[in-house]
């Protein structure tokens, strides 16, 4: 029959595992070149994202000083109100004030109602 030698089919074994492995080494070379570039893809999303964060940070930064800047405006603004609003409670008490030669020891009585009505 076949006379085949134990070495010949040592070898022919050995061929076959070497065939198998360069084919798995073809497979882990590609996979391996998949992730070194989605490696590269994922440290430019990162790199993206830092300066977009850094951005969002200026930003923030500037809101919360043009924030301030407006408290302080409508402080300023609350104060100027207060001020007029008092100015003009003077100025509502003075005009309901009897006028010099009128009231209780003038000679004519004073009608607040009569000199709203005329004005």
Do not use: Q, W
């Amino acid at each position: 029959m076949l006379d085949l030698d134990l070495g010949f089919i040592a070898n022919l074994s050995l061929a076959g595992a070497g065939i198998a492995l360069a084919a798995y080494c073809a497979v882990l070379s590609r996979r391996l070149k998949r992730l070194t570039e989605a490696g590269d893809g994922l440290v430019a999303t990162l790199a993206e994202m830092d300066g977009r964060i850094a951005a969002l940070r200026a930003g923030i930064a500037e809101t919360r000083a043009a924030s301030a800047r407006t408290i302080e405006e409508l402080d300023e603004m609350i104060g100027e109100g207060a001020a007029l609003a008092e100015h003009l409670s003077e100025l509502i008490e003075a005009a309901d004030a009897p006028p010099a030669g009128h009231g209780p020891h003038g000679s004519t009585p004073y009608r607040p109602s009569a000199r709203r009505a005329a004005a």
